[in-house]
T-cell receptor
């Protein structure tokens, strides 16, 4: 069975540009999460979907970030316009059960904003 | 304000010896704790967890101890193997929340 897949694995953009990260969760997992790790710091929660509904987006840094989950399947995280402090690794995770059940993480999308 | 703290950034041990990874938390509302392991260029993978109603949970070579009064937990790996070399993240959850609150991680190196 395929795990959580994320695309792109690495994106380098200039400040002010737009980037869209995609996450394909494990099939059948209703819960989908986005986390971010800035260099050397803790992994921080961004938001949580149950199917296509946002349950908690309290971790989203500001309104430059927009997450969607079309039809309860894959999810996208758009950053527009990107700022230098947005650089980091964005992890997507999915689970069949709510936390504190085990989360299955993807490999992450590394974003570098120059 | 960091609610989950892993104060040691790294640990190096010899193969076959015990590895002890420590984690402290500040939020007394946390009632579930987890450890995740992360290899380079991979996502974190779940290792072991413990509920606040317990003080110990064991799974093979991995044991997690919880001291609620001290707001402290530790992960013991015995015996340590070179394949255990990775970054280990401590995480905590408060009942009713879908968030995991992670620490900064600690890099474990097990030398052959």
């Amino acid at each position: 069975e395929a795990g959580v897949t994320q695309f792109p694995s690495h994106s380098v953009i200039e400040k002010g540009q737009t980037v869209t990260l995609r996450c394909d969760p494990i099939s059948g997992h209703d819960n989908l999460y986005w986390y971010r790790r800035v260099m050397g710091k803790e992994i921080k929660f961004l938001l949580h979907f149950v199917k296509e509904s946002k349950q908690d987006e309290s971790g989203m840094p500001n309104n430059r970030f927009l997450a969607e989950r079309t039809g309860g399947t894959y999810s996208t995280l758009k950053v527009q316009p990107a700022e230098l402090e947005d650089s980091g690794v964005y992890f997507c995770a999915s689970s069949p059960q709510p936390v504190p059940g085990e989360l299955f993480f993807g490999e992450g999308s590394r974003l570098t904003v120059l | 304000d960091q609610q989950v703290k892993q104060n040691s950034p790294s640990l190096s041990v010899q193969e076959g010896r015990i590895s002890i990874l420590n984690c402290d938390y500040t939020n007394s509302m946390f009632d579930y704790f987890l450890w995740y392991k992360k290899y380079p260029a991979e996502g974190p993978t779940f290792l072991i967890s413990i509920s606040s109603i317990k003080d110990k949970n064991e799974d093979g070579r991995f044991t997690v101890f919880l001291n609620k009064s001290a707001k402290h937990l530790s992960l013991h790996i015995v015996p340590s193997q070179p394949g255990d070399s990775a970054v280990y993240f401590c995480a905590a959850n408060r009942g009713g929340s879908e968030k995991l609150v992670f620490g900064k991680g600690m890099k474990l190196t097990v030398n052959p």
